[in-house]
């Protein structure tokens, strides 16, 4: 199983990014995907998620309203639109699959660097 993250980079606050993540080896159409980050010094949280088949999303109280997550399932590709970014967004972004049925079944990317800074 292979996650990978693009789409990360630094922007002014006030800016958009949208990341991607690409997976392999897996059926993805079964797997919850989730966006979690961690910043420097800070424990990883999760910031969004969203169901199998893309009728469910879930996000932090800290982006809410300027992240969207969204699913390609024929593409195999998550996406976090991340809109009105500030400072405190600035953190490694890391993709997570997760099997609808089987929570062992759980997987991770390397990451992405996003980083909110005048």
């Known amino acids: 199983v292979q996650l990978v993250e693009s789409g990360g980079g630094s922007v002014q606050p006030g800016g958009s990014l949208r990341l991607s993540c690409a997976a392999s080896?897996?059926?993805?159409?079964?797997?919850?995907m989730n966006w979690h980050r961690q910043a420097p010094g800070k424990e990883r949280e999760l910031v969004a998620g969203?169901?199998?088949?893309?009728?469910?999303?879930t996000y932090a109280d800290s982006v809410k309203g300027r992240f969207t997550i969204s699913r390609d399932n024929a593409k195999n590709t998550v996406y976090l639109q991340m809109n009105s970014l500030k400072a405190e967004d600035t953190a490694v972004y890391y993709c997570?699959?997760?099997?609808?049925?089987?929570?062992?079944?759980?997987?991770w990317g390397a990451g992405t660097l996003v980083t909110v800074s005048s």
């Open positions: 080896g897996l059926t993805f159409s079964n797997y919850v």
């Open positions: 997570n699959a997760v099997h609808q049925y089987s929570y062992g079944m759980n997987y």
């Open positions: 969203i169901t199998s088949s893309g009728g469910s999303t």
